[in-house]
């Protein structure tokens, strides 16, 4: 027997009432109310337009960018209100990967897993550099494949290993969450695959909210999983049961891919 | 299609690329003749340049100030080649170019980023407006305004300043240009990376976009140079011209396109006027050849 998840016991994130509009009278997610669990994946599933992307970018407030969305509710990240943190602490604490890999350019493997230092100033001695780069490269099963190579620019790898090196950059704040928007969808089967058991691994330490399209993704790799549509959080629980026995007809409809 | 007999699938294919022989042969004839159309002028202007003008090209015209007609006329008369070279020219050129770079490239970079970043704004559009009107003001008028703000004003007399004004004026739309459509290729994606690790938007702008679009500013910057280089109208009216090689900002200053005009003026030095071209001419294909090679190296 399925039950849709009211509540978390102690969520890394708990979103209330959230909603978030790019314009004034047109909400892209209405009302979501979730925690999230801790050192788990979650899965996000909807079809294309439902609003997952646009709640996956609220919990780090990659809305703060664009001055006309409009956001209401509350994201708190380990019992504080994420709106009040300064956006550089947040984002050391919310890692985020997105759809198309994207290592920065003009950097090295090396500068690119130390970007988020680098960039923000932040000053470390040689050795602790060393030690982060290895010890995330290692994390994200990139380090063999490139430790002879850490001064090549970022771009020279494969889309594979680019989507790595950026899920690493992520990781090199050792922050608590880790979200990813259609990580895999740019890549191929073998990509994905490797991407997948890297996500399985990383749940240890990591909570991982993932955006994904592709629902036997989500079997595969997520404990649970929201379901949403035209902006709703339809439905949400732990994803062996949903896929067994959706309880909403929308997401059963889903599921059985009668509208994708 | 499967019971289309096979021999004539075959001979439809092959119908199809006698077709296709025929129009790339077409094609690359047009080719042929668009480029030697081009090229045409460029050989015949260089081919001009080079064949009246390296007589004079050797270390003393790189190192020498312009003569002046006595010298040349005596030179002439003996039958030797003038004597003297370019360097008050040379150093003039290199001395306003330089300058008008360093007011043009800050603010040509500022006011790029700026419309770069607020591009969809009322007041950008009439920033884009104004700068794509001075691109299109004529140098001779430029000149005319820096002669009222620098010479009469400033200066209170001709000078390089007054010159590397009018040309840091005409410098600067291309540059506001370039910045932005540089800029505005580099994807959202390398952006929103930045952002997702809480880099606040203005080291964004300046550890992240603007080395990934280095070698589009550095281009942009090479042109915009390449273009005044050669502008001679405007420092008639502002640096004048002098005989000396000067470094003094506030003073009267040469450059290699105003020994041209002067030599032009004085039936003694026609020779110069060739080599002093030729040179100008080597410094803008340089230029250009080094601003293409960047473009494409990214
Ligand atoms: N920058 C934007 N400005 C205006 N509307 C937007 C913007 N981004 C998204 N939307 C709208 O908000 C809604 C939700 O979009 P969102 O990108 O969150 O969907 P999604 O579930 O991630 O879709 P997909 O699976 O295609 O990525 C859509 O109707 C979309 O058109
Ligand atoms: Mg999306």
Redesign the interface.
């Known amino acids: 027997m399925s039950e849709i998840i009211k509540h978390i016991e102690d969520p890394v994130l708990d979103i209330q009432k959230l909603s978030i509009a790019y314009n004034k009278d047109k909400y892209a997610v209405t009302d979501v109310n979730a925690g999230i669990k801790r050192k788990r994946v979650t899965a996000i599933m909807g079809p294309s337009g439902c609003g997952k992307s646009t709640l996956l970018r609220a919990i780090?407030r990659?809305h703060?960018?664009y001055s006309n969305i409009v956001i209401d509710g509350k994201v708190f990240l380990n019992g504080e209100d994420t709106s009040e943190l300064s956006?550089?602490?947040?984002?050391?604490k919310i890692?985020?990967v997105?759809q198309?890999p994207?290592?920065?350019?003009?950097m090295s493997i090396y500068d690119n897993v130390l970007?988020?230092y680098?960039?923000?100033?932040i000053r470390l001695k040689k050795t602790q550099r060393d030690e982060i780069v290895e010890e995330t490269l290692q994390d994200v099963t990139l380090w063999d494949e490139v430790k002879d190579s850490l001064l090549k620019k970022g771009t020279f790898l494969s889309g594979g290993q680019q989507q790595r090196l950026?899920i690493a950059?992520?990781l090199a704040?050792k922050p608590d969450v880790l979200l990813l928007d259609e990580p895999t969808s740019a890549l191929d089967p073998v990509a994905t695959k490797k991407v997948e058991e890297l996500l399985i691994k990383l749940k240890k330490n990591y909570t991982i909210l993932l955006v994904t399209h592709n629902m036997s993704q989500a079997a595969r790799i997520s404990d649970f999983s929201m379901f949403m549509y035209m902006g709703e959080l339809v439905e949400y629980g732990k994803t062996k049961d949903m896929f067994i026995n959706p309880l909403d007809k929308r997401t059963e409809e889903y599921l059985t891919g009668k509208f994708s | 299609m499967d019971d289309m007999p096979a021999y004539s699938l075959r001979t439809r294919i092959a119908e199809g690329r006698d077709h296709r022989v025929v129009k790339d042969k077409l094609l690359s004839i047009l080719v042929i003749v668009f480029s030697a159309i081009t090229i045409f002028p460029i050989v015949l202007i260089i081919g001009k340049l080079i064949s009246k003008g390296y007589k004079q090209i050797n270390l003393d015209f790189f190192i020498k100030k312009a003569p002046d007609t006595y010298e040349a006329m005596t030179a002439l008369n003996a039958g030797e080649i003038i004597p003297g070279g370019i360097l008050n020219g040379i150093t003039g050129t290199l001395l306003m170019v330089l300058m008008a770079a360093l007011i043009a490239i800050p603010l040509g970079l500022l006011i790029g980023i700026f419309l770069y970043e607020h591009g969809s704004k009322k007041y950008a559009g009439l920033i884009r407006d104004i700068s794509d009107i001075l691109q299109g003001v004529p140098s001779i008028v430029l000149g005319l305004i820096a002669y009222f703000w620098v010479v009469k004003n400033i200066t209170h007399g001709f000078s390089a300043l007054a010159g590397s004004t009018a040309l840091a004026i005409m410098m600067l739309p291309l540059i506001i240009r370039s910045t932005e459509e540089t800029l505005k290729m580099i994807?959202d994606?390398?952006k929103?990376?930045?952002?997702?690790?809480?880099?606040?938007?203005h080291?964004?702008i300046l550890?992240?976009l603007i080395?990934?679009g280095?070698s589009g500013l550095l281009a942009g910057i090479l042109l915009a140079i390449s273009r005044i280089i050669g502008e001679t109208a405007p420092l008639m009216l502002t640096a004048l011209g002098s005989m000396e090689v000067n470094f003094n900002i506030q003073k009267p200053t040469s450059a290699v396109p105003l020994l041209i005009w002067e030599f032009y003026n004085d039936p003694n030095m026609v020779d110069l006027i060739w080599s002093s071209s030729l040179f100008l001419m080597a410094l803008v294909l340089i230029l250009n050849i080094v601003t293409k090679s960047i473009r494409s190296k990214k």
């Open positions: 780090n990659m703060d960018l956006a550089i602490h947040l984002r050391r890692g985020m997105f198309r994207n290592p920065f350019p003009t970007a988020g680098k960039l923000n100033g950026c950059r992520a704040f | 994807p994606s390398i929103e990376a930045g952002f997702a690790l809480g880099v606040p938007y080291k964004i550890r992240v080395p990934t280095f």
